[in-house]
């Protein structure tokens, strides 16, 4: 079987990587094609010996993205009709989504992310299937399978991911050394349209109020200040997640650290005006029923959280124990998603069927 994966940003790489390899293994033929990302999606893919071919790059703006959009198909056509892939699979990505209903052929694809909208209904009519986490609060139709996991879960399940603690040395500490990570996103996805997090100024007083507890290091997908860029963590792009593991803290205005953070039991606050009545489902879960994260549209109050959760003693055991009930209730998403795509279409009909059959990838 042939099977080609779009991948539009470094979580991207994350979800995927173990399920192609496990798809090699079993002797599949793989295709990446990768929308870049200031450079950051192909230095992962290249670390993981992934070959790849580009797609047109993200821009801002919805002009831009939407010449963009038929870019991607016309390429991503151009790249199929040498490849002949049999499945497209994505993260709700509409040119793969659209470029196989073209061709008349199978498209696998799985969002957590309920405010996009727009990149849904351009997915949706051209998708075969949609798969979402167990509390996706929107009702997709006929298409959507819900599964009780996580995206995040497919790299750091402990089934897959082993913390390496050498990363203390790389960032110049020991074991004893607290130190937070300050993670701030570009807001330049589809979903991300007038989407705000932490200012300027709130940056800088992040950086001045915990610092007074920990060692603070910056991960900024926007160009920082001299007086804010001194603080940026300088390590391999595929450590972070180890940084992460052993980091006292994360706060951020991002979404995907937010709940990488909680699956490796690290606390993390989270800031952006994505938080409200219309929250993503993961967000409001790890909150309110795994008590791993904190959710905040006002910064001033996510800065006040941060200062009053650096000052606790043994935060991180507690953290670790409350993580351990996330791994109970949720599934390895990489066994699940290479058993779906590799039995595909016969794994559609029977999760349809019997949607307590993804129990025994726990």
Not at 29 to 56: G, M, Q, T
Not at 288 to 304: D, H, R, S, V
């Amino acid at each position: 079987m042939k099977v080609l994966f779009d991948i539009g940003h470094p979580a991207h790489v994350h979800f995927f990587k173990y399920i192609i390899r496990n798809l090699e293994k079993d002797h599949h033929e793989i295709k990446i094609c990768v929308r870049e990302r200031e450079d950051i999606v192909k230095k992962l893919l290249e670390y993981y010996d992934f070959n790849y071919e580009n797609l047109e790059k993200n821009t801002p703006g919805l002009f831009n993205k939407a010449i963009a959009m038929f870019k991607n198909d016309y390429k991503l056509i151009k790249i199929s009709k040498r490849f002949n892939p049999d499945i497209y699979v994505s993260l709700a990505s509409p040119y793969s989504a659209q470029v196989s209903k073209f061709l008349g052929r199978h498209s696998i694809t799985f969002t957590d992310s309920e405010p996009t909208g727009l990149t849904l209904a351009l997915t949706m009519p051209f998708t075969d299937v949609i798969i979402t986490p167990s509390g996706f609060t929107r009702d997709l139709g006929k298409k959507q399978i819900r599964i009780s996991g996580y995206k995040e879960l497919a790299y750091l399940h402990p089934n897959w991911y082993k913390p390496e603690s050498d990363i203390l040395k790389i960032l110049g500490l020991s074991k004893y050394d607290p130190y937070v990570i300050l993670r701030f996103s570009a807001f330049d996805a589809n979903h991300d349209i007038g989407i705000k997090g932490f200012s300027l100024e709130d940056k800088r007083r992040l950086v001045k109020k915990l610092g007074k507890y920990a060692k603070v290091f910056i991960s900024s997908e926007v160009e920082l200040p001299l007086d804010l860029e001194k603080y940026c963590i300088n390590i391999p792009q595929n450590r972070m997640h180890d940084a992460l593991y052993y980091a006292s803290m994360l706060v951020g205005d991002t979404q995907t650290s937010t709940t990488e953070a909680a699956c490796l039991g690290t606390p993390a606050v989270r800031c952006n005006s994505f938080v409200g009545q219309n929250d993503m489902s993961n967000f409001i879960e790890l909150e309110t029923i795994y008590g791993l994260i904190f959710n905040y549209n006002i910064p001033e109050k996510a800065i006040e959280k941060s200062i009053e959760l650096i000052q606790q003693q043994d935060i991180k055991e507690k953290w670790i124990n409350k993580k351990e009930k996330l791994y109970d209730e949720k599934i390895d998403m990489t066994a699940f998603l290479t058993w779906f795509i590799e039995d595909y279409p016969e794994s559609l009909r029977m999760i349809k069927e019997n949607p307590s059959f993804q129990e025994r990838f726990r």
